[in-house]
C-alpha cells in the first residue's frame, strides 16, 4: 500500500477533452433549443398565411439579451429559436475561456496573453455595438 499521497493533475489531454465536449455539447443544445422553438412556432403560428407586400420590422425581442429573455418568460416561439442562436454564438467563445484556462494552468504566459487578446476582441465586437 503507497502511503504518498497521489495529487491528481489536470492534464493537456484533459483539458482537450473537455474544450472538444463543450464545442459537442454546445453545438446539439442550441439545435436542440432551435428546433424546439421551431416546433413551438409552428404550434403558435403555423396555420397563418404571411404577407410578402408589407415589411414588418422586429422588434427588440430579437436584437437584445433582455429581450430574448422577456420573450422567453411570455413563451414566444421566435425568443426560443433566438437563444438557440445565442447558445451557438456563445459555445466557441466558452472554448476560447477554456483556452485560457488551461494555459493558465500551464503557466504560459505567452499563450495566456495572446487568449485575453482574442477573447478581448470577440467579446468587444459581440458586445460593443450592444445597449444591454
Known sequence: MNNSKETKRVTDYDMQQLIGQVLRY????SGLVAIIGGIWYLFQQGSGLPDYGTFHGEGEGYTSLPGI??????????????????I??????????????????ERDKLYVLITLIVLSIILFSTFGGLSI
Open 88 to 105: 451557438l454564438i456563445a459555445t466557441p467563445i466558452l472554448r476560447i475561456v477554456f483556452s485560457l484556462v488551461a494555459f493558465g494552468m
Open 69 to 86: 429573455i422577456k420573450g422567453l418568460g411570455q413563451g414566444s416561439a421566435k425568443e426560443i429559436i433566438q437563444l438557440g442562436v445565442v
Open 26 to 29: 454546445g453545438v446539439l443544445i
